[in-house]
């Protein structure tokens, strides 16, 4: 499996992104997809993310501001993030499979919030 992600970048306080991450490969449904992100310093943590029975999980930090989708036929997931704040500014990476232990990632794409 392989993945794709794009949509980062730079945005003010307050300002919103679109993560993309679309998946090729040997795909299988159900199976879970998502995004973690890692800060400088910091574990990589779960952001968002569907799991492989098709709920959703949110970290507390980002409940509210948050929204995680996915388009089946392009195999793709999209992560829509609002309100941002400065603590936001991190590595964010696509995952698949396992959602809290996932079998495949993404490149990372930067996530920077300026204050």
């Known amino acids: 499996v392989q993945l794709q992600a794009s949509g980062g970048g730079l945005v003010q306080a307050g300002g919103s992104l679109r993560l993309s991450c679309a998946a090729s490969?040997?795909?299988?449904?159900?199976?879970?997809m998502g995004w973690y992100r890692q800060a400088p310093g910091k574990q990589r943590e779960l952001v968002a993310g569907?799991?492989?029975?098709?709920?959703?999980r949110f970290a507390d930090s980002v409940k509210g501001r948050f929204t995680i989708s996915r388009e089946n036929a392009k195999n793709t997931v999209y992560l829509q993030m609002n309100s941002l704040k400065p603590e936001d500014t991190a590595v964010y990476y696509c995952y698949y499979g396992n959602s809290l232990n996932p079998d495949y990632w993404g490149q990372g794409t930067q996530v920077t919030v300026s204050s």
């Open positions: 569907f799991t492989s029975v098709g709920s959703t």
């Open positions: 490969g040997r795909i299988f449904r159900p199976n879970g």
